[in-house]
Every structure is written in C-alpha cells, then in structure tokens.
C-alpha cells in the first residue's frame, strides 16, 4: 500500500497510485461515485503546498484513537504516526471524526487557513480511499471509518462544486 496515508508526511501525492487503483476499484464495486471522487481529488492535487515550517502532528487523528468520557475528549492514543509536516495532515480529522453539523465546530477550534483546510479535505480522500479499498475485507471497522469520512469530504466537495 506504500506510505500509510496518515502519517506525516510532504502530501497525500506520495500514494497518489494507491488512491486511482481504489478510486478505479471502489467505483467498479458501486460503493463510490468514481467522477466525483476523481474530480475531489484531482482538485486536491492543484492545492498549493504547505511551505511553512513543519508542525508537530499525531498523523493519525481518528475515532479509534480518540477517547471520550462524559462527551469531551478525554485522550488521544496511539502514536505511531507522530511526526512533523504539512498540519493538513491532522485536520482530516474534520471529516473522519465530525459530521457536516459539527465539522464547523472543529475548524473554528483548530484556527486553520482556507488552503490548510482544503489539503485537510484532501488528505482525509487519501486516507478514506487508501483505507477503504485496503482494509475492506481484513478491518471492516476502518474501513467503515475511511467510508465514512470520503462520504463526508464527497458531499462537502459535491455542495462547493455545484455552488
């Protein structure tokens, strides 16, 4: 599957064959809108590059790693994709974690530029998409995570494109 798609790291472009071949083989099982995804993620790749210095990211912002008690955040666990890079990487957490209601709450909080947002919408693509087409016989319970989240990045994608 090549470099997992939430680690650190330059851009979701470093498995961008890995997110066509499940964009290819996803649509062809009729669990995705090939078009729209490829259209989503082709606007992706035209985003311009964080060039900022390298933040610190946990890399792997998503539901299973997040623990609640009495409705807030009480930790945040696993740490194997922490490192340094574009803070995009840790916003996809917008559309794995957050609802289309809630997702607004999140982008006031984490105080992110509209371009910083952007990449985030396209890493949470490349995770979904790498996710789902990987994990979807051995980890039913990511792969539902990575389905969820393309369907939230899709149907925010599908509102702005057709505006």
Not at 32 to 50: H, V, Y
Not at 74 to 86: E, K, Q, T
Not at 92 to 120: K, P, Y
Not at 141 to 162: I, P
């Amino acid at each position: 599957m090549g470099r997992r798609p939430g680690v650190a790291g330059p851009s979701p472009t470093t498995v961008e064959d890995d997110v066509r071949a499940a964009i290819r083989d996803l649509g062809a099982a009729g669990t995705l809108d090939a078009g729209l995804a490829t259209a989503a993620w082709e606007e992706s790749l035209r985003l311009p590059q964080w060039d900022g210095d390298p933040v610190w990211l946990h890399g792997d912002l998503l539901p299973g790693n997040l623990l609640a008690h009495g409705g807030r955040l009480g930790a945040v666990i696993d740490f194997g994709g922490l490192g340094v890079g574009d803070p995009a990487a840790d916003v996809l957490a917008a559309w794995a974690v957050f609802t289309a209601e809630t997702r607004g709450l999140f982008r006031e909080a984490a105080d992110v530029d509209d371009a910083t947002w952007a990449r985030g919408r396209g890493w949470a693509l490349c995770f979904g998409l790498v996710a789902e087409h990987h994990y979807r016989v051995t980890n039913p319970v990511l792969a539902a995570v990575a389905h969820g989240a393309v369907a939230e990045a899709l149907a925010e994608y599908g509102s702005e494109a057709g505006s």
